[in-house]
């Protein structure tokens, strides 16, 4: 404890990085199969290795404790996993008692017209949504099993319910690199932040090459700067994107560059899978077991412990690279384990 507040010592890394974000995803189950994310052919985890929910809002609300102030939940689809607003709505509590500054999630869209008023309602005031294109037929060839429709019907819902709303794009060589313009003037219309991920080499994808699928964001960025003023800003949500103000729209655009411009030394975030496995690392395959303190005990000691021994691991950074000589995975897990 602390003797000023005795509240427990936050949690430090042995870097000196103050870990105050948890992503979690709460379940490894989609409704899409996203070209880059998942194989088709996908097998996801057995029901009982799963937290339940409650187990998941008691591991939650232990980092709360610890000086969690921004909790993000991810997947696979959070949406998708049974009773999910039971769980955003419980923790929605943190956020109105001030001891979280935010409660967020990264969804594919495709439940958001049925929970988007929930989420407010929740105590959630921006969502990540990820949209790679705005063509309907392009969207189900990188989803495989996605409607754009009701992404694009989830969206308008998620912002006529007040809801802050950022679209996340994949940049996807000779997939969607002919429609970024068109993806910043859209975003710009509806008053919408756009960010531009690289793809990472996470999880085996059968045939597909990263190689094949990967552009540097450098070159998006040069790409933009043939029609569009970036101003330079430093604003930060917390998380690893560099963000630029689009002048024409007023919108920024986000770069998130693992693979071009390496952002560990800032890194501020550890990740729980929904088995209660957590990683210090996305990009590194060490991973700490807190399933096994949470069932042993009701007391949150051994947990805590846990959590405190894991932090103390958190490495350095990640080695992602994609070349010629590496274009498979860096490690084997796949981004819906993980989330992103
Ligand atoms: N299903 C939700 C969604 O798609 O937003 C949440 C989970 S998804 C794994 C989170 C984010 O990771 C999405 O924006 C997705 O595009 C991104 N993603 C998945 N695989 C990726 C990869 N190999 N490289 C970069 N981003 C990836
Ligand atoms: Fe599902 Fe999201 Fe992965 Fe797409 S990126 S397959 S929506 S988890």
């Given at each position: ?19 105050t ?11 899409f199969?996203?070209?880059?994310c ?12 799963v ?18 102030r ?13 009773d ?51 063509d ?6 990188i ?16 912002k ?21 313009h ?32 990967y ?48 952002f ?20 590194q ?36 690279i ?19």
């Amino acid at each position: 404890m602390t003797d000023a507040t005795m509240r427990p010592a936050p949690l430090v890394d042995p870097f000196g990085r103050a870990v105050t974000y948890l992503r979690v995803s709460v379940t490894d189950r989609c409704d899409f199969r996203c070209v880059y994310c998942m194989a088709e052919d996908m097998s996801f985890l057995p029901k009982a290795e799963v937290l339940s929910l409650e187990e998941i809002d008691r591991l939650c609300t232990a980092f709360v404790k610890l000086g969690t102030r921004k909790l993000r939940l991810t997947g696979g689809e959070p949406l998708v996993r049974r009773d999910i607003m039971n769980l955003i709505t419980s923790l929605g509590r943190h956020v109105k008692a001030g001891d979280l500054d935010e409660l967020t999630l990264t969804t594919n869209g495709s439940m958001l017209f049925k929970y988007a008023e929930g989420l407010v309602d929740a105590g959630v005031k921006r969502i990540n949504v990820s949209l790679d294109t705005l063509d309907p037929h392009k969207f189900q060839a990188i989803t495989r099993w996605g409607k754009f429709g009701k992404v694009a019907e989830g969206i308008q819902a998620a912002k006529n319910a007040g809801l802050a709303v950022k679209i996340n794009a994949v940049a996807l060589k000779g997939v969607n690199d002919d429609e970024f313009h068109r993806m910043v003037e859209w975003c710009g219309e509806r008053g919408f932040d756009l960010t531009f991920i690289e793809v990472m080499p996470l999880g085996d994808l059968g045939d597909v090459s990263r190689l094949d699928q990967y552009i540097p964001l450098t070159q998006v960025r040069a790409e933009l700067e043939t029609r569009w003023t970036l101003e330079d800003t430093d604003y930060r949500t917390g998380g690893p994107a560099r963000y630029v103000r689009v002048k024409e729209t007023g919108c920024r655009v986000g770069f998130i560059t693992p693979l071009t411009h390496n952002f560990c030394e800032s890194c501020n975030r550890v990740r729980l899978t929904c088995t209660g496995t957590l990683y210090m690392c996305l990009g590194q395959e060490d991973a700490a077991d807190l399933r096994t303190p949470l069932r042993l005990s009701d007391d949150n000691g051994l947990l805590i412990d846990a959590v405190r021994a894991a932090i103390q691991r958190k490495p350095k950074g990640h080695d992602f690279i994609i070349d010629r000589n590496r274009h498979g995975a860096a490690v084997s897990r796949h981004m819906s384990v993980t989330g992103g």
